[in-house]
Each structure stands twice: as structure tokens, then as C-alpha cells.
């Protein structure tokens, strides 16, 4: 099956300052990757789409200035969160399409910021 | 705007027991449907992924079916197992963006089969 690693899966910053989170497609090349955030008991909400080579698409209410959107080839999109607060504090999760006839979503492990 | 609803929010099985989990979504122009399954903590493991011309997929003791004129959907777990124990997680595509668009997820249903 396809893997989607995803770095780290765990991080503690503090407030004021900037994480960066990789998502990799290790088996598969992904012209378009997708970013999800998800509080606890919410669903997986959809912060932005991160296509190679062009700008990200960001979903409204999701400030573009903060969650700073990078893919810069095939395998690897980076979401950065800058001048984290700690209602930034989530579950960011990234995904990779395994494009052809069936559309397949494939997921990282997901990353947990606490910000302080 | 898509919705989707995950009935039931919890459920506690006994071992053994199969169970159907129910998902709904509001707008019926999807490109397909995925669901998942999420550990505590973890990412999400893609189940089965259901296109919009298809009725059901079936892997192992799994089965999903696809209404989509009436936007439903059912999991199946057949003799279920304490290591069936996680949150289920339905997410559907729109068909708007040819595939290209990013999914659209249920809240989940937090299941606990007991040994």
C-alpha cells in the first residue's frame, strides 16, 4: 500500500515561535497533497491543498500568513505554523492522493503542537 | 455546504458481535467515499474507499455499501474483535473538483468491542 510519513509526530514549541511538520509520499509521487487540522472531539477539518510547484488553496477562515504552505516536489509538502499561539495547539494531520481511476486518500501519522 | 453525520457518536460491543456503523451526507455530488480507521493519537488507516458508481466494497470482515441518491453509508464489521476497538471515520470527496478536491470528514464513531 501507499505510505505517507509524516515529522514529528510530536512537538512542544513555545508561544512566538515557528514549528515546521513534513509530509512525505515514501512509495508514490503526490502532485497534490492536503492539510487537516482536527481539535479534540471535532471532526478532521481541511486547512488547505498543497499542489507541486504552485501556491497552496487555502479553505476560508484559515489565515495563509500563519500556515505557511511549501511543496516544493512530488514527495514532500511542509505546512509551517509561524508565530504559533497556544490556540494553534492540535492534531495536524497531512494526506497524499494516489491519483489514477480511484482516488485514494493515504495519511500521515499526524503531528501533536502544543504550544506554551 | 458538504455534511457529514456519524451515527452512532460511541458504541460497546461484546466480542463477537457484528455491528453496522452509519454515515450520512447532505450533498449526494460526491466522487467517492473513504472510510477509515483512527487510532488514539494516530493517523488514519484507509479502510475502503467506495467510487460513486459503486454499491458496496468488501475487504475481509469489512463491508461498505453506498446509497448515494439518498446520501448514506454503512460499515459492516462482521464477528467483531478487541482489535476492532478505535474511532471509525467516514469522509467523502465532492465530485466538483474531479477527484482533485480534499475530503470532508464526520466527527466519527468511537467503538470499544469487549473482550
Known amino acids: 500500500g501507499a505510505v505517507v510519513s509524516q515529522h514529528p509526530s510530536r512537538v512542544i514549541c513555545k508561544s512566538g515561535t515557528s514549528v515546521k511538520i513534513e509530509c512525505r509520499s515514501l512509495d508514490f509521487q503526490a502532485t497534490t497533497m492536503f492539510w487537516y487540522r482536527q481539535f479534540p472531539k471535532q471532526s478532521l477539518m481541511l486547512m488547505a491543498t498543497?499542489?507541486?510547484?504552485?501556491?497552496?488553496?487555502?479553505e476560508q477562515g484559515v489565515e495563509k500568513d500563519k500556515f505557511l504552505i511549501n511543496h516544493a516536489s512530488l514527495t514532500l509538502s511542509t505546512l509551517t505554523v509561524t508565530s504559533a499561539h497556544p490556540e494553534d495547539s492540535s492534531f495536524y494531520i497531512c494526506s497524499a492522493d494516489r491519483t489514477g481511476m480511484n482516488t485514494e486518500a493515504f495519511f500521515g501519522q499526524g503531528t501533536r503542537l502544543t504550544v506554551v | 455546504k458538504q455534511e457529514v453525520t456519524q451515527i452512532p457518536a460511541a458504541l460497546s460491543v461484546p466480542e463477537g458481535e457484528n455491528l453496522v456503523l452509519n454515515c450520512s451526507f447532505t450533498d449526494s455530488a460526491i466522487y467517492n467515499l473513504q472510510w477509515f480507521r483512527q487510532d488514539p493519537g494516530k493517523g488514519l488507516t484507509s479502510l475502503l474507499l467506495i467510487q460513486s458508481s459503486q454499491r458496496e466494497q468488501t475487504s475481509g470482515r469489512l463491508n461498505a455499501s453506498l446509497d448515494k441518491s439518498s446520501g448514506r453509508s454503512t460499515l459492516y464489521i462482521a464477528a467483531s474483535q478487541p482489535g476492532d476497538s478505535a474511532t471509525y471515520l467516514c469522509a467523502v470527496r465532492p465530485r466538483g473538483g474531479g477527484g482533485a478536491d480534499g475530503l470532508t470528514f464526520g466527527k466519527g464513531t468511537h467503538l470499544i468491542i469487549q473482550p
Open positions: 498543497s499542489n507541486e510547484g504552485s501556491k497552496a488553496t487555502y
